[in-house]
Antibody, heavy 123, light 106 residues
Protein backbone atom coordinates (compact mmCIF):
# COMPACT_ATOMS: atom_id res chain seq x y z
CA UNK A 1 0.00 0.00 0.00
CA UNK A 2 1.07 3.58 -0.58
CA UNK A 3 2.97 5.06 2.34
CA UNK A 4 4.41 8.51 2.82
CA UNK A 5 6.37 9.13 6.01
CA UNK A 6 7.60 12.61 6.89
CA UNK A 7 10.48 13.34 9.24
CA UNK A 8 12.80 16.14 10.22
CA UNK A 9 10.45 18.44 12.08
CA UNK A 10 11.41 20.18 15.31
CA UNK A 11 11.84 23.48 17.07
CA UNK A 12 13.96 26.13 15.36
CA UNK A 13 14.64 29.78 16.08
CA UNK A 14 13.44 32.51 13.73
CA UNK A 15 15.90 32.92 10.90
CA UNK A 16 17.03 29.32 11.23
CA UNK A 17 16.95 26.42 8.82
CA UNK A 18 15.47 22.95 8.80
CA UNK A 19 15.32 20.10 6.30
CA UNK A 20 12.24 17.91 6.07
CA UNK A 21 12.15 14.54 4.38
CA UNK A 22 9.39 12.32 3.03
CA UNK A 23 10.04 8.61 2.48
CA UNK A 24 7.75 6.94 -0.04
CA UNK A 25 6.86 3.29 -0.56
CA UNK A 26 4.18 1.15 -2.13
CA UNK A 27 4.19 2.84 -5.54
CA UNK A 28 6.59 3.77 -8.34
CA UNK A 29 7.85 7.00 -6.82
CA UNK A 30 9.55 8.23 -9.99
CA UNK A 31 6.22 8.35 -11.84
CA UNK A 32 4.44 10.87 -9.63
CA UNK A 33 4.68 14.50 -8.69
CA UNK A 34 4.80 15.10 -4.94
CA UNK A 35 3.62 18.12 -2.96
CA UNK A 36 4.26 19.69 0.42
CA UNK A 37 1.18 21.05 2.18
CA UNK A 38 1.19 22.63 5.62
CA UNK A 39 -1.35 23.25 8.34
CA UNK A 40 -0.82 25.74 11.13
CA UNK A 41 -2.17 24.62 14.52
CA UNK A 42 -5.95 24.79 14.47
CA UNK A 43 -5.98 26.26 10.96
CA UNK A 44 -6.67 25.14 7.40
CA UNK A 45 -4.51 23.65 4.67
CA UNK A 46 -1.96 25.68 2.73
CA UNK A 47 -0.20 24.38 -0.35
CA UNK A 48 3.58 24.93 -0.13
CA UNK A 49 5.42 23.41 -3.09
CA UNK A 50 5.39 20.72 -5.77
CA UNK A 51 8.05 18.89 -7.70
CA UNK A 52 7.38 17.04 -10.93
CA UNK A 53 7.85 13.30 -11.23
CA UNK A 54 11.26 13.76 -12.86
CA UNK A 55 12.40 16.62 -10.67
CA UNK A 56 12.65 19.03 -13.59
CA UNK A 57 9.85 21.34 -12.55
CA UNK A 58 9.36 22.95 -9.16
CA UNK A 59 6.74 25.45 -8.05
CA UNK A 60 6.29 27.29 -4.78
CA UNK A 61 3.69 29.27 -2.91
CA UNK A 62 4.43 32.99 -2.78
CA UNK A 63 4.76 32.75 1.00
CA UNK A 64 7.80 30.45 0.78
CA UNK A 65 9.37 31.21 -2.60
CA UNK A 66 13.03 32.10 -2.22
CA UNK A 67 13.23 30.56 1.26
CA UNK A 68 12.21 26.93 0.69
CA UNK A 69 13.63 24.45 -1.83
CA UNK A 70 11.96 21.21 -2.83
CA UNK A 71 13.99 18.31 -4.19
CA UNK A 72 13.70 14.59 -4.74
CA UNK A 73 15.90 11.54 -5.13
CA UNK A 74 14.12 8.98 -7.29
CA UNK A 75 16.84 6.41 -6.63
CA UNK A 76 16.03 6.54 -2.90
CA UNK A 77 12.29 7.26 -3.13
CA UNK A 78 12.68 10.36 -1.02
CA UNK A 79 11.46 13.96 -1.14
CA UNK A 80 13.04 16.83 0.74
CA UNK A 81 12.07 20.35 1.71
CA UNK A 82 14.96 22.60 2.67
CA UNK A 83 13.59 25.50 4.68
CA UNK A 84 15.64 28.58 5.50
CA UNK A 85 15.01 32.06 6.92
CA UNK A 86 12.22 30.52 8.94
CA UNK A 87 9.56 32.75 10.45
CA UNK A 88 7.10 32.18 13.29
CA UNK A 89 4.31 32.03 10.69
CA UNK A 90 5.98 28.94 9.17
CA UNK A 91 5.00 27.02 12.31
CA UNK A 92 2.86 24.17 10.98
CA UNK A 93 2.39 20.47 10.49
CA UNK A 94 4.01 19.71 7.14
CA UNK A 95 2.51 16.96 4.99
CA UNK A 96 3.85 15.39 1.83
CA UNK A 97 1.13 14.36 -0.59
CA UNK A 98 1.18 12.39 -3.82
CA UNK A 99 -0.38 13.55 -7.04
CA UNK A 100 -3.03 11.12 -8.28
CA UNK A 101 -2.19 11.25 -11.98
CA UNK A 102 0.69 9.44 -13.63
CA UNK A 103 3.64 11.64 -14.70
CA UNK A 104 2.27 14.74 -16.42
CA UNK A 105 -1.14 13.21 -17.10
CA UNK A 106 -4.16 12.36 -15.01
CA UNK A 107 -5.77 14.17 -12.14
CA UNK A 108 -3.67 16.66 -10.15
CA UNK A 109 -5.66 15.89 -6.97
CA UNK A 110 -3.72 14.64 -3.96
CA UNK A 111 -4.66 11.00 -3.42
CA UNK A 112 -2.31 9.96 -0.62
CA UNK A 113 -0.94 11.95 2.30
CA UNK A 114 1.58 11.27 5.02
CA UNK A 115 0.85 11.89 8.69
CA UNK A 116 2.93 15.05 8.82
CA UNK A 117 5.93 16.40 10.72
CA UNK A 118 5.63 19.39 13.04
CA UNK A 119 7.81 22.46 12.60
CA UNK A 120 7.80 25.07 15.34
CA UNK A 121 9.57 28.38 14.78
CA UNK A 122 10.05 30.11 18.09
CA UNK A 123 12.69 31.83 20.14
CA UNK B 1 -4.31 33.76 -7.05
CA UNK B 2 -7.65 31.99 -7.08
CA UNK B 3 -9.44 32.27 -3.74
CA UNK B 4 -11.73 29.52 -2.48
CA UNK B 5 -14.52 30.37 -0.06
CA UNK B 6 -16.41 27.66 1.80
CA UNK B 7 -19.72 28.04 3.55
CA UNK B 8 -20.86 27.66 6.17
CA UNK B 9 -17.87 27.60 8.50
CA UNK B 10 -19.72 25.17 10.75
CA UNK B 11 -22.69 22.99 9.88
CA UNK B 12 -24.69 21.19 12.56
CA UNK B 13 -26.68 18.23 11.27
CA UNK B 14 -28.28 15.20 12.89
CA UNK B 15 -27.19 11.68 11.96
CA UNK B 16 -29.27 10.32 9.11
CA UNK B 17 -29.99 13.76 7.68
CA UNK B 18 -28.54 15.35 4.54
CA UNK B 19 -25.66 17.81 4.62
CA UNK B 20 -24.77 20.21 1.82
CA UNK B 21 -21.46 22.06 1.89
CA UNK B 22 -20.64 24.88 -0.51
CA UNK B 23 -17.44 26.08 -2.12
CA UNK B 24 -17.06 29.13 -4.33
CA UNK B 25 -14.06 30.07 -6.47
CA UNK B 26 -13.07 33.68 -7.14
CA UNK B 27 -12.80 32.82 -10.84
CA UNK B 28 -13.67 29.84 -12.95
CA UNK B 29 -11.76 26.66 -12.19
CA UNK B 30 -13.83 24.63 -14.66
CA UNK B 31 -14.11 21.16 -13.04
CA UNK B 32 -10.63 21.27 -11.50
CA UNK B 33 -11.85 20.85 -7.95
CA UNK B 34 -11.33 18.30 -5.21
CA UNK B 35 -12.89 17.72 -1.80
CA UNK B 36 -10.99 16.35 1.19
CA UNK B 37 -12.13 15.12 4.57
CA UNK B 38 -10.00 15.60 7.66
CA UNK B 39 -10.69 14.08 11.04
CA UNK B 40 -9.03 15.24 14.24
CA UNK B 41 -5.43 14.11 14.42
CA UNK B 42 -5.48 12.65 10.92
CA UNK B 43 -4.19 13.63 7.52
CA UNK B 44 -6.66 14.81 4.90
CA UNK B 45 -8.30 12.14 2.77
CA UNK B 46 -9.32 12.65 -0.85
CA UNK B 47 -13.06 12.19 -1.35
CA UNK B 48 -13.92 13.76 -4.72
CA UNK B 49 -11.87 14.97 -7.68
CA UNK B 50 -12.81 16.54 -10.99
CA UNK B 51 -15.70 18.12 -9.07
CA UNK B 52 -17.86 14.99 -9.09
CA UNK B 53 -15.74 11.81 -9.37
CA UNK B 54 -15.53 9.73 -6.22
CA UNK B 55 -12.07 8.68 -5.16
CA UNK B 56 -11.40 5.05 -4.31
CA UNK B 57 -13.20 4.18 -1.11
CA UNK B 58 -15.56 7.15 -1.08
CA UNK B 59 -19.04 5.87 -0.24
CA UNK B 60 -21.90 6.48 -2.64
CA UNK B 61 -23.72 8.67 -0.10
CA UNK B 62 -21.06 11.34 -0.71
CA UNK B 63 -21.37 13.25 -3.98
CA UNK B 64 -19.88 16.33 -5.57
CA UNK B 65 -21.40 18.72 -8.03
CA UNK B 66 -20.73 21.96 -9.83
CA UNK B 67 -18.39 23.59 -12.30
CA UNK B 68 -16.96 27.02 -12.96
CA UNK B 69 -17.19 28.89 -9.67
CA UNK B 70 -19.90 27.13 -7.66
CA UNK B 71 -19.50 23.68 -6.13
CA UNK B 72 -21.30 21.54 -3.57
CA UNK B 73 -20.50 18.45 -1.57
CA UNK B 74 -23.54 16.52 -0.45
CA UNK B 75 -23.69 13.73 2.10
CA UNK B 76 -27.09 12.15 1.71
CA UNK B 77 -27.51 10.38 5.05
CA UNK B 78 -24.95 11.31 7.64
CA UNK B 79 -23.14 8.54 9.43
CA UNK B 80 -21.09 9.00 12.60
CA UNK B 81 -17.85 8.71 10.63
CA UNK B 82 -18.82 11.67 8.41
CA UNK B 83 -18.47 14.28 11.14
CA UNK B 84 -15.20 15.99 10.29
CA UNK B 85 -13.77 19.05 8.56
CA UNK B 86 -14.12 19.26 4.79
CA UNK B 87 -11.90 21.25 2.46
CA UNK B 88 -12.35 22.10 -1.18
CA UNK B 89 -9.28 22.64 -3.35
CA UNK B 90 -8.84 24.06 -6.81
CA UNK B 91 -6.03 22.85 -9.06
CA UNK B 92 -6.92 24.81 -12.18
CA UNK B 93 -4.28 27.46 -11.63
CA UNK B 94 -1.87 26.58 -8.89
CA UNK B 95 -3.37 24.98 -5.82
CA UNK B 96 -5.65 26.69 -3.31
CA UNK B 97 -7.69 25.28 -0.46
CA UNK B 98 -10.82 26.70 1.05
CA UNK B 99 -10.80 27.52 4.75
CA UNK B 100 -12.84 24.43 5.58
CA UNK B 101 -16.32 23.55 6.82
CA UNK B 102 -16.66 21.76 10.13
CA UNK B 103 -19.51 19.26 10.03
CA UNK B 104 -20.64 18.62 13.56
CA UNK B 105 -23.30 16.52 15.22
CA UNK B 106 -26.49 18.38 16.05
Amino acid sequence: QVQLVESGGGVVQPGGSLRLSCAASGFTFSNYAIHWVRQAPGKGLEWVAVISYDGRHKYYADSVRGRFTISRDNSKNTLDLQMSSLRPEDTSLYYCAKKMGFEAAGSPAFDHWGQGTLVTVSS
Amino acid sequence: EIEMTQSPATLSVSPGERATLSCRASQSVRSNLAWYQQKVGQAPRLLIYAASTRATGTPARISGNGSGTEFTLTISSLQSEDFAVYYCQQYSNGYTFGQGTKLEIK
